[in-house]
C-alpha cells in the first residue's frame, strides 16, 4: 500500500508524559500537514512542511507541541506533559507539489487519562 | 483569521431525495476541496476547485465554486445509503494551510 500511513494508531498516555507520532507520507508527496480532529469538528490545522521546512504552525499550538521532518520524508509530532484536552484524533496529510489535495492517514487517537 | 462555515450541520433525507451542503469563507480563496469522511474512518479527497464560477461533476456529484471564491457548494442527486457519511470543504487562501468547515453529516435511510 503506497498511501499514507501514521504509527501508532492508538495511544493511552497518563496526564503529563510525553508521546512522539509518526507519519509516513505519499513517497512522491513533498508537502506534509498535521491536523487535530475531535468528536464533531473538522480537521483543525496545526503545522504544515514543504519538503524538510516548516513553514507554518497554528497560533492556537502551545509549546509543548513539535513537529520535524528532518529529511524531507516522513514526520513526526512530539506532545510534551499532555494535558486531558489533547486527547483527540491526530491525522496527517501529504500532497503533491501541484496540488492542494491532501491523501490523509488513518490517524492517532490519543486518550489522555 | 480565516473561517469556513457549513450549513446544515445535519441532513437526514430518504433514499433517493437530493442532498446540498453549501460552505462559506469569510475570505476570499485561492481554491477550495471538499472530502468524505465515513464514519470511523479519515477524510478522502473528492475534489478541487480552483477557477471562479467553476462547476465540476462526479456522476450523481456536482461542486461550485462562487464567482467571488468565497462560497461553494456540494449537490448529490439521488442519494444512495452508501454516500452516507460527513463532507467537509477546505479551503485555501494561499499555498499551504487549508482550513477546514466542521462538515455536514449525511444520514439516508433506505
Known amino acids: 500500500d503506497t498511501g499514507v500511513s501514521q504509527d501508532p494508531r492508538h495511544k493511552i498516555t497518563k496526564r503529563g508524559q510525553n508521546v512522539t507520532f509518526r507519519c509516513d507520507p505519499i513517497?512522491?508527496?513533498?508537502?506534509l500537514y498535521w491536523y487535530r480532529q475531535t468528536l464533531g469538528q473538522g480537521p483543525e490545522f496545526l503545522t504544515y512542511?514543504?519538503?524538510?521546512?516548516?513553514?507554518?504552525k497554528s497560533r492556537l499550538l502551545s509549546d509543548r507541541f513539535s513537529a520535524e521532518r528532518p529529511k524531507g520524508s516522513f514526520s513526526t509530532l512530539e506532545i510534551q506533559r499532555t494535558e486531558q484536552g489533547d486527547s483527540a484524533m491526530y491525522l496527517c496529510?501529504?500532497?503533491?507539489?501541484?496540488?492542494?489535495?491532501?491523501?490523509f492517514g488513518p490517524g492517532t487517537r490519543l486518550t489522555v487519562t | 483569521g480565516q473561517q469556513v462555515m457549513q450549513i446544515p450541520q445535519y441532513q437526514h433525507v430518504q433514499e433517493g431525495e437530493d442532498f446540498t451542503t453549501y460552505c462559506n469563507s469569510s475570505?476570499?480563496?485561492?481554491?477550495i476541496q471538499w472530502y468524505k469522511q465515513r464514519p470511523g474512518g479519515h477524510p478522502v479527497f473528492l475534489i478541487q476547485?480552483?477557477?471562479?464560477?467553476e462547476v465540476k461533476k462526479q456522476k450523481r456529484l456536482t461542486f461550485q465554486f462562487g464567482e467571488a471564491k468565497k462560497n461553494s457548494s456540494l449537490h448529490i442527486t439521488a442519494t444512495q445509503t452508501t454516500d452516507v457519511g460527513t463532507y467537509f470543504c477546505?479551503?485555501?487562501?494561499?499555498?499551504?494551510?487549508?482550513?477546514f468547515g466542521d462538515g455536514t453529516t449525511l444520514t439516508v435511510k433506505p
Open positions: 477546505a479551503g485555501s487562501a494561499y499555498a499551504g494551510k487549508s482550513t
Open positions: 496529510a501529504s500532497s503533491p507539489q501541484t496540488s492542494y489535495e491532501q491523501y
Open positions: 512542511f514543504q519538503n524538510e521546512a516548516q513553514l507554518e
Open positions: 475570505t476570499t480563496l485561492s481554491n
Open positions: 476547485l480552483v477557477k471562479s464560477g
Open positions: 513517497s512522491e508527496h513533498n508537502r
